[in-house]
């Protein structure tokens, strides 16, 4: 696939997703507490998408700080990862994949219970996770040493997703700093993927708030690049607003999975057009026959 076909793939996709965030949502009773309070699935009209496709046959690599695949709603979703930062916090320990676990139960998290009515149902509940470790959590205590030696982890873990098979990658993540540039490496490893046929999805930032400067990795060509909304579909304040921006998903608080803890609130401004891009990639394939 030449890099002209994956950028215009990747345009397709996202006006796909856009599309699907359009759907009216369907009303229908739900029986757990957390489910309730998983207001974006409404909002993005999840259960009218899920009629036609719940994302299987689609591997998501979620970039982050690891995942619990043991998280019960989780269990079935996670394929073996890689961890391309090598020290900091291990299972068990409190400031470790707290945040990757939350992106991935937004993603394709599958619930608990009898039929799954109970937790965090994802976007893409049938879709699997890949998760690869390039960053460590902000309360980690090797987070600076991570920072200072391996920053390449994030082009060499786009790079490992890719020869795995993933066909979209998420990067919860992004530098916004005073001192934000370019890295040729990671431009590199974006340009890959989308060579080999992958989306690359990443929050355009959330430094709406703080300056609104242009984060990376979510200002490289061809990767789709989502700002956030609230409850309401008015621009979160704490959004970045640039030029890269791709198309709007549901931010702010909500509920997550995380390690150690079942539930817990985060914002974010990404998660939701993964699962969207997610399903629809999937439903592509339906339609090609691959």
């Known amino acids: 696939m030449t890099?002209?076909?994956?950028?215009?793939?990747?345009?397709?996709?996202?006006?796909?997703?856009?599309?699907?965030?359009?759907?009216?949502?369907?009303?229908?009773?739900?029986?757990?507490?957390?489910?309730?309070?998983?207001?974006?699935?409404?909002?993005?009209?999840?259960?009218?998408?899920?009629?036609?496709?719940?994302?299987?046959?689609?591997?998501?690599?979620?970039?982050?700080?690891?995942?619990?695949?043991?998280?019960?709603?989780?269990?079935?979703?996670?394929?073996?990862?890689?961890?391309?930062?090598?020290?900091?916090?291990?299972?068990?320990?409190?400031?470790?994949?707290?945040?990757?676990t939350a992106m991935a139960g937004i993603i394709a998290g599958r619930g608990h219970g009898p039929g799954g009515a109970d937790g965090v149902i994802g976007i893409a509940p049938e879709a699997q996770v890949l998760p690869v470790r390039v960053l460590?959590?902000?309360?980690?205590?090797?987070?600076?040493?991570?920072?200072?030696?391996?920053?390449?982890?994030?082009?060499?873990?786009?790079?490992?997703?890719?020869?795995?098979?993933?066909?979209?990658?998420?990067?919860?993540?992004?530098?916004?700093?005073?001192?934000?540039?370019?890295?040729?490496?990671?431009?590199?490893?974006?340009?890959?993927?989308?060579?080999?046929?992958?989306?690359?999805?990443a929050s355009a930032g959330n430094g709406g708030e703080k300056g609104d400067r242009v984060s990376y990795p979510a200002a490289y060509p061809g990767v789709i690049a989502v700002t956030a909304v609230d409850r309401n579909g008015a621009r979160a304040t704490f959004s970045t607003r640039r030029w890269y921006a791709t198309v709007s998903a549901p931010g702010g608080w909500r509920e997550n999975t995380a390690y150690n803890l079942g539930v817990f609130d985060q914002d974010g401004t990404l998660v939701g057009t993964v699962g969207l891009v997610t399903l629809a990639l999937n439903e592509r394939r339906a339609e090609v026959g691959y």
């Open 3 to 100: 890099a002209i076909r994956a950028l215009r793939r990747t345009r397709a996709l996202a006006a796909l997703a856009a599309a699907l965030l359009l759907i009216q949502p369907v009303s229908t009773a739900r029986a757990d507490e957390v489910r309730d309070r998983q207001w974006s699935l409404d909002m993005i009209g999840a259960r009218e998408a899920w009629k036609t496709t719940k994302g299987a046959g689609v591997t998501v690599a979620v970039l982050d700080t690891g995942v619990d695949a043991e998280h019960r709603d989780l269990r079935g979703a996670v394929l073996e990862g890689k961890d391309a930062v090598g020290f900091g916090a291990r299972r068990g320990d409190r400031t470790w994949a707290r945040h990757g």
């Open 136 to 201: 460590l959590e902000d309360e980690d205590p090797q987070r600076r040493r991570a920072r200072a030696t391996r920053g390449g982890a994030l082009a060499e873990g786009i790079r490992w997703a890719v020869d795995q098979g993933a066909d979209v990658i998420n990067l919860s993540l992004g530098d916004d700093s005073a001192s934000a540039h370019p890295d040729p490496k990671e431009d590199a490893a974006v340009r890959y993927a989308l060579r080999k046929g992958a989306v690359v999805v």
